[in-house]
């Protein structure tokens, strides 16, 4: 089997052909979404519970979207109509999750490990869809898809993952994920952004724009998660743009051919201007947004095969 796990947590622990086995899916999930074609029978009867601890758009949706077009019965908890504030812990609210015999649970939290606490406790298969700052695995697949389909690879290629990384689960995931595929990876921003033991991931580390993107063919553009800082970590967001932000100034220092990405929600004129961001010739951002629904296709279709245990 080439993915043997009933869960997805993490990308870390994840060997290639694992990797490989949920992109190849996904690229198939992208040329039957073009066709306007689904697949409803491949879910149908299976129940999907998107557990959302914290706010989200794009990633709850595509999760929705995906499920439906795979015939899934969706339903979204969101926890501010949800018991936990009523007091209600995350394994009691695991207790309810089992007694309502559901298949496929997606969760995002805001601490790390919480995917993982909960996958030892319920009986459905479980997704993270963002864990504090751990790990963020779909958006990584959807990221490596993106690039793939542009680059006709990931082995060999430069990525450089620029901004608030101290923060991000995007950029945990996506190192690992590239790094296992052979892809060189370097984190570029400022040092109080920048974890020390980041190194340890095998990534190189810059501290300016001019040097990180030299030889980049894909510049990855991190949102700057103030919500996460407790504070002084940054100046002012207009000195931050000023050194960090990506405009196509910077871009130049890239290979000419280099594409943008970014998770989203952008700040926009914080870390990108908006004339890179909308640029229709370097950015990737809205075909990162089309990826996410097939990479979740590829990843609900995957684990139901694999299994939900009712016991
Ligand atoms: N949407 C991504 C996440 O949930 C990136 C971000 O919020 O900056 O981690």
Request: aromatic share 4%; net charge neutral.
């Amino acid at each position: 089997m080439s993915y043997p796990h009933r869960h997805l947590l993490a990308i870390e622990g994840l060997y290639p052909p694992a990797i490989q086995h949920l992109l190849d899916l996904a690229e198939n999930y992208v040329s039957l979404n073009r066709t306007g074609k689904t697949q409803r029978d491949l879910l149908r009867g299976r129940t999907l519970i998107n557990l959302f601890f914290e706010d989200s758009t794009r990633t709850r949706t595509s999760f929705e979207l995906a499920g439906k077009r795979l015939g899934a019965d969706v339903i979204n908890m969101s926890v501010a109509s949800s018991s936990v504030n009523k007091g209600e812990t995350l394994l009691d609210t695991a207790a309810t999750l089992n007694a309502m015999h559901c298949d496929l649970l997606v969760v995002r939290h805001g601490q790390s490990g919480a995917a993982n606490l909960l996958a030892q406790k319920v009986g459905a298969c479980v997704i993270n869809a963002g864990d504090g700052a751990h790990e963020h695995p779909t958006q990584a697949l959807l990221d490596a898809l993106t690039i793939r389909r542009h680059k006709g690879k990931l082995q060999g290629l430069q990525i450089a993952i620029c901004g608030d990384v101290a923060h991000s689960r995007v950029a945990r995931s996506n190192i690992h994920l590239l790094s296992a595929m052979g892809a060189r990876v370097r984190v570029v921003g400022p040092p109080t952004l920048i974890p020390g033991p980041i190194t340890r991931l095998g990534v190189e580390v810059s501290y300016d724009m001019r040097e990180g993107l030299a030889g980049a063919d894909i510049v990855m553009m991190l949102r700057l998660q103030r919500e996460r800082m407790s504070s002084g970590l940054i100046p002012s967001a207009r000195e931050y743009f000023r050194f960090w932000g990506l405009d196509h100034e910077k871009l130049a220092f890239a290979k000419p051919d280099a594409l943008v990405m970014h998770p989203g929600p952008m700040n926009r004129g914080v870390e990108i201007d908006s004339a890179v961001a909308d640029d229709p010739v370097r950015s990737l951002i809205a075909e990162q947004v089309e990826m996410g629904v097939a990479v979740r296709m590829a990843v609900l279709d995957t684990l139901a095969r694999n299994g939900a245990r009712h016991d």
